[in-house]
């Protein structure tokens, strides 16, 4: 598929445990994206990478929330001590140039329940 | 920071009815508007973008037009179809050299048969 990947679809968690997202770009771009999506909202940034430098983390809730792109391709979005309000869509986006203007193509996301 | 205000928050339309969701924006900088159409359990999907050297473009029955003066974009669905049913979401960039998007809050459009 030439698509954006990501694992797990779902994530149940109890409260407290570390829980680890996975995204795979589409081959070959260089920037990539995670937005964090409640129910009923629309997607909220999170954090972007140039390939493996990651250039914004502002929208990441707490240092509880590492974003890591090691090899400029996959990347993996940990959350650790996971608390109740972490449930929610986690969604990768990725874009083929590493200018402003360009489309983001979304993963069908990771469903995150803390329990 | 980026604000993007979308309504209206519902709308219902019969089918072959056009469809219209406005959205405005908060930082003059901005300069990439796309649209993504989501349903229930679904990826957001990119249906169509305008950049802000253009005013209108358009993709068969969708449109979209762009206002910077007034800071307000829509978009415009013809000849509905009940498969057009979705969440949609307009969005903007911010413009620091990062491509990071401000989503409004979506509009369920429903279209009956």
């Known amino acids: 598929g030439a698509g954006v990947s990501q694992s797990p679809r779902y994530k149940v968690a109890k409260r407290g445990q570390d829980v680890a997202l996975r995204c795979d770009p589409i081959s070959g771009h260089v920037s990539l994206f995670w937005y964090q999506q409640a129910l009923g909202q629309g997607p909220e940034f999170l954090t972007y990478f140039q390939n493996e430098a990651q250039l914004d983390k502002s929208g990441l809730p707490s240092d509880r929330f590492f974003a890591e792109r090691p090899e400029g391709s996959v990347s993996t979005l940990k959350i650790q001590r996971t608390q109740q309000e972490d449930s929610a869509v986690y969604l990768c986006?990725?874009?083929?140039?590493?200018?402003?203007?360009?489309?983001?193509?979304f993963g069908d996301g990771t469903r995150l329940s803390i329990l | 920071g980026e604000n993007v205000e979308q309504h209206p928050s519902t709308l219902s339309v019969q089918e072959g009815d056009s469809a219209v969701i406005k959205c405005t924006y908060s930082?003059?900088?901005?300069?990439?508007f796309p649209w993504y159409k989501q349903e229930l359990g679904k990826r957001p999907q990119l249906i169509i973008d305008?950049?802000?050297?253009?005013g209108e473009k358009k993709d068969q029955r969708i449109a979209v037009t762009l206002n910077k003066t007034a800071k307000h974009f829509s978009l415009h669905i013809t000849e509905t179809q009940p498969e057009d049913s979705a969440v949609y979401f307009c969005a903007a960039n911010l413009e620091t050299g990062f491509q990071k998007l401000v989503f409004g809050t979506g509009t369920r459009l429903l279209v009956s048969p």
């Open positions: 986006a990725s874009s083929p140039r590493d200018i402003s203007n360009q489309p983001q193509h």
């Open positions: 930082d003059s900088a901005s300069n990439y």
């Open positions: 305008i950049r802000s050297n253009v």
